[in-house]
């Protein structure tokens, strides 16, 4: 697997900066350890790897929105303003589990259906 793809996918989806995408390397190598203790395949191709960064990187984006929709949908800097919609988090979660199951072949089932939920 490759950091640098994972990275550049995540960038592409999340649509943040090389610079505030760094800022997130932490998220995105924890994102890349979990899909790998999922693989069950020993000897993975190329395009095995390539398929583990890109659901790694959008697993990193569905635990970024995770860390900023919640009840409060906006919040304000002096005059920036920032504002989050639940929809993208809908969105990405289901994007999350469509990239999941694209990897039934390399992943295992039982451990694949646990996902980490914010509660309200």
């Not at 899909?35 to 790694?56: I, M, P, Q, W, Y």
């Not at 970024?64 to 993208?88: H, I, M, P, Q």
Request: net charge negative; proline share 0%; with cysteine.
């Amino acid at each position: 697997m490759s950091f640098e793809n994972t990275l550049n996918r995540f960038k592409l989806i999340s649509g943040l900066s090389s610079q505030e995408a760094e800022n997130w390397s932490g998220l995105l190598s924890d994102s890349r350890e979990y899909l790998r203790s999922l693989t069950v395949k020993d000897e993975l191709f190329s395009g095995d790897e390539k398929r583990l960064d890109n659901a790694a990187a959008v697993y990193a984006y569905y635990r970024y929105l995770c860390c900023y929709v919640g009840e409060e949908s906006s919040f304000e800097l002096g005059d920036f303003k920032v504002t989050y919609n639940n929809d993208r988090l809908k969105a990405a979660e289901k994007l999350w589990e469509s990239e999941l199951k694209s990897l039934s072949d390399l992943v295992s089932s039982e451990q694949s259906h646990f996902f980490f939920k914010r509660v309200e």
